[in-house]
Structure formats: C-alpha cells, structure tokens
C-alpha cells in the first residue's frame, strides 16, 4: 500500500499530474475570473428570461455549484441539463450555454443543434473542439480557455466563467469579493491538507483511510448540495471506487427509512456529512439527529464542515477538501486518478454502433 506520508512514490501512479490539477484550483478560479470578465456578452442576452446550462460529467459540476450558489439571488430560472436533447421550454428567450471542456461532447452537441434550430440566444465555454468550431462558424459567444487536463480537473474554469457570465448579466450582484474570499479560504486550506501535511496532522488523509474498502456516502444541503455529487464523482473518477451522494431535507423523508437492511451494509458504508454554519436551522437539526439515526444502525459517519463566509467559499472549501480526500483515496487502491478506462470504454463502444 502507498505511504500517504510519502508522495514522491506516487509518481508511478499519477504520471499526468492530477494532484497538481488539484492543487491548481484556486489559480484556476482567478485566471478565469479575469478571463471570462472580457468576454462580450451581446445586449439582447440580457433579456433572456430563463438560463439552461447544458453539460455533462465533469463538464457539468460548475453549472449545478453555479446553481446552488445563486437559487436565492437570481431573478430567472437557471437549468442544468445533462442529457441529449433540449426541454419544451427552451425558445429565443431562453440563454443556452453549452459547456463541454474538450468541446466534443455529443450530448451537448445535440443540445447545442437544437437550440440554434429553435433561435435560443447560445453562448459556449470550451476548450476547443468541434463546440468552438461551431460557435465561431455562427458567430457566437465564445468563452475558449486553454487547461490541458480531465474535465473534472478544470473546475475552476467552468465555475468561475459562468459566475462572471450571470454577473454580467446583471442577475446577481458583483461576486469579486466572495471569488477572492473562495481563493484565500483554499490557498489555507492546502497548508493543513496538501500532500506534504503528514497524515496524523492531515484531516483529508485521515478521512481517505477511513473509507479505504467502504462505500463512501456524501450528505449535504442548500448551496453545497453540488458539493457532494463532486465528492461522489471524484471517488468514481479518481479513485475508481463506488460513492453515493443524497441531500437534505430531501433524504430525512426517504433515504432514512432504509438504513435497518440490507444489515451487511453497516460494515460496508461510511457517510460524511458536508455541513455549513449557514443552512437552514432546521436543516442543521436534522443533520444531527440523522446523524442519531446512522449512529443507532451502526453506520459511522464524520462532518467536513465549510469554511468562510460567503456561499461561494464555503462550496469551493468543501469541493477541495473533497479533491484532496479522492486523490488520497485512489493512492491507497494503487490506481492512477487520471485515467477513465472504463467511461473511454462506453465512448469506444459507442463509435462502433
């Protein structure tokens, strides 16, 4: 098994650098700040009354953190959709903007047709790909940035650029505090977690070989409810291992009632709670006492809890936090948390048909 206190023998595992891309996100988020501010965003966008953000995978994440981040603030509706298609509602009222990193993503693609065919106002955030090639080619909006990496390991540009996109589009107020905030609350964070921190003084270390061998189950709310579905995907990603991710008040109505069976499981799952000083306080209560629940059903369970003041830091603490957990995790299998064999598979099997 990998020494977690000795990560100059995880190169052999991480050839292609993931834990950099990691450790990257707080310069991501302010170069794509800056970035996406100069982008020209035409006048008529402002109209639209409603916003779909079409993504998927890795693509996708900052669009649902996006959303979580401005529900309370924004004046439309904003949708992600993560599928092929465009809903019923989608008109030449309706802001598209189709996310794909590497710009080839097929599910988007198809959206991105359909939308032009029925005269959405579109914009596009990519790296390039047949997405840049088609904005260009009509004349669209483009937000095109350069980060060789895994979709997933460029959050910062996706969640950042949309961010920019909606303040300049006048639907919530200026966010340049709270992105800053976001930058200083990570920059912290990786002094107490980054690779070099030994693992009896490293809380993402000491949670990674908790869940070594369990099934890891991810627990939030309200604006960090995005936040978990990353920790979900990261596990699935990095670690190639299993993860589950539910939200409150939500799971408190269902998911609890299920804990008595199968009773194996309570060997097998370990839940973590992500938790903020600012949900709602009846949802704080029923983080504790569906802590109370796990706890009588034998399922050990630990908080993260997030750090700063504003919604956007405490996401972005919590998704780094979770980063740092999942690379630590697939050290401990021995996997290389870069490559996606097996979702490359689905693509190859995909091209034959």
């Known amino acids: 098994m990998p020494d977690l206190d000795a990560p100059e023998s995880w190169r052999v595992l991480d050839p292609q650098g993931m834990l950099k891309s990691i450790a990257d996100l707080p310069r991501q988020c302010e170069d794509a700040w800056k970035r996406a501010l100069g982008v020209k965003v035409p006048d008529k966008y402002r109209q639209a009354e409603q916003i779909l953000i079409l993504g998927i995978g890795g693509s996708a994440i900052g669009a649902d953190l996006l959303n979580g981040l401005i529900a309370g603030e924004c004046r439309i509706p904003v949708v992600v959709h993560r599928d092929y298609g465009l809903p019923g509602f989608v008109n030449q009222h309706t802001l598209v903007v189709a996310c794909s990193h590497s710009g080839e993503t097929e599910e988007t693609l198809t959206g991105l047709e359909v939308a032009q065919q029925r005269q959405a106002l579109v914009l596009a955030v990519t790296t390039g790909g047949e997405l840049a090639r088609r904005a260009r080619e009509h004349g669209l909006p483009l937000f ?32 340049s505090t709270d992105l800053a905030e976001a930058v200083a609350v990570m920059r912290q964070l990786q002094s107490e977690i980054s690779e070099r921190i030994p693992t009896a003084l490293n809380p993402a270390k000491s949670l990674a070989l908790k869940l070594q061998g369990k099934l890891p189950v991810v627990y939030a709310a309200e604006h960090l409810s ?26 408190a109505h269902n998911t609890v009632a299920g804990y008595a069976l199968p009773a194996a499981l309570a060997g097998v799952v370990h839940v973590i709670m992500l938790t903020s000083a600012s949900n709602h306080p009846r949802v704080r209560q029923r983080f504790e006492i569906t802590r109370e629940l796990l706890q009588r059903h034998g399922f050990p369970c630990d908080t993260v809890e997030a750090r700063g003041q504003s919604n956007l830091a405490q996401a972005l603490s919590t998704v780094h936090f979770g980063d740092y957990v999942s690379y630590y995790l697939a050290m401990l299998y021995g996997v290389d948390p870069w490559t996606i064999a097996d979702i490359q598979f689905i693509k190859d099997r995909l091209r034959q048909r």
């Open 226 to 251: 995005a936040a978990a579905r990353r920790w979900k995907g990261q596990f699935n990603e990095n670690g190639k291992s299993w993860g589950v991710f539910d939200v409150l008040p939500e799971l």
């Open 144 to 175: 095109q940035y350069h980060y060789p990496s895994q979709p997933r390991a460029a959050l910062g540009y996706s969640l950042s650029t949309l961010l920019a996109i909606v303040q300049m589009l006048g639907l919530v107020s200026d966010k």
